[in-house]
């Protein structure tokens, strides 16, 4: 037996490392998009799915879909992040199938209460509602579940438009900052994604015939229409819609889409809170349009989506806000990350500005590849 060289063998075992990590690169490539398009996100270093983050007296607060509700609280968007609480001490008041985990929370302060909407649903499914809590403190956890303000399938008004059409899940709150008006955008696949207006107290305005705003929707008889995930923001003189489009979850159980069928986040514009809302090619929303603002990236980043937009004060950026799978840590609902980029406008449109740097992140490798890369590293050693 011989003896090699200390440094050879390290030269070689390193060699030996980066060749098994290419062939899981290229391996994966018909998978994971290794562009650069789209940069690096800042890295949030906390698992969430559909994040939700409030920014209030000095500390960022981040609300997920889990079970009651959890939420979370941190000094920075990259934390360290602290356990506060649930919203629910209990199942929701919502009779629906699922109430112990609620999905995709958005939290406000409005007339200085704190509000958080919440959809109760199951995958697949239109029997779904979307329910309120209300709490004068933010951490004292004295939440009050106020049960179903919309539901879809079945349940109260369930027979009007849009929710006869449409899937109560993914609310998302916006104020138009011209007269004050709130309004609740939700939806997801169906008939795509609608607008209504809201009362003084954050219910439906005339629920029996509420006032409605068509704003996403894919045309067309296929069963699949993955626009979901809504938010609006607003910078002037537009309004902004943001979606999220594609397969969002559930890789680990089934499996991987083709690449770029997975999510992503897009966006329209308008210069009126009712739309139309039209894409940079200037295609309406409702006719299946979109620009795409952020995507799976760098064969590190995939399937970001599940958004939100922080404004940015005095001279600080906007942030958008999303969850995504880091390639090299897993694809289980559990394993989304928090991630987070600060917005530059260019011509009206938002463009993403990318992180400094990522840590260090590897490609995940099949099984006949770790084999190879063991194979080779015992030839080295030996």
Not at 71 to 87: H, Q, V
Request: glycine share 10%; hydrophobic share 35%; aromatic share 14%.
């Amino acid at each position: 037996m011989h003896t090699p060289l200390p440094g050879l063998g390290l030269l070689c075992l390193c060699l030996s490392i980066f060749a098994a990590l290419t062939i899981a690169k290229d391996s994966n490539s018909s998978i994971f998009s290794n562009t650069d398009k789209y940069p690096l996100p800042h890295q949030g270093n906390v698992a969430a799915h559909d994040p939700n983050i409030l920014f209030y007296n000095n500390t960022y607060y981040l609300f997920k879909g889990g079970v009651r509700i959890p939420y979370f609280s941190a000094p920075s968007l990259s934390g360290p992040w602290e356990n506060t609480g649930t919203i629910l001490s209990g199942l929701s008041e919502i009779k629906k199938q699922n109430r112990r985990h609620p999905w995709a929370p958005d939290v406000i302060v409005w007339n200085d209460r704190f509000y958080c909407f919440y959809s109760i649903s199951q995958s697949g499914e239109r029997d779904s509602a979307i329910g309120l809590a209300l709490s004068d403190e933010i951490n004292t956890g004295n939440w009050t579940d106020h049960g179903a303000i919309i539901e879809t399938g079945n349940g109260t008004f369930a027979n009007v438009y849009p929710y006869n059409v449409s899937n109560a899940i993914d609310p998302a709150f916006f104020q138009d900052p011209s007269d004050g008006t709130p309004y609740l955008q939700y939806g997801s696949y169906w008939d795509g994604i609608f607008q209504l207006r809201l009362t003084e107290n954050l219910t439906v305005e005339n629920p029996d015939s509420p006032s409605v705003d068509h704003l996403v929707y894919l045309p067309g008889n296929s069963d699949s229409k993955p626009d979901e995930g809504s938010f609006v923001s607003y910078r002037e003189p537009y309004y902004y819609t943001w979606f999220s489009y594609g397969q969002c979850c559930q890789f680990d159980q089934l499996g991987f889409p083709k690449k770029g069928e997975e999510y992503s986040i897009r966006i329209g514009r308008s210069e009126s809170v009712h739309g139309p809302y039209v894409d940079q090619d200037d295609k309406d929303l409702l006719e299946g349009g979109g620009t795409i603002i952020y995507g799976s990236n760098h064969g590190l980043v995939y399937a970001p989506g599940g958004l939100g937009i922080l404004y940015g004060t005095g001279n600080q950026s906007d942030i958008l806000y999303y969850h995504y799978h880091n390639t090299s840590i897993g694809f289980a609902q559990n394993d989304a990350r928090l991630g987070w980029n600060e917005l530059d406008y260019v011509d009206g449109w938002p463009v993403v500005r990318g992180a400094k740097s990522f840590g260090i992140s590897l490609q995940p490798m099949s099984i006949m590849n770790l084999l190879a890369l063991l194979g080779m590293v015992i030839f080295v050693l030996v």
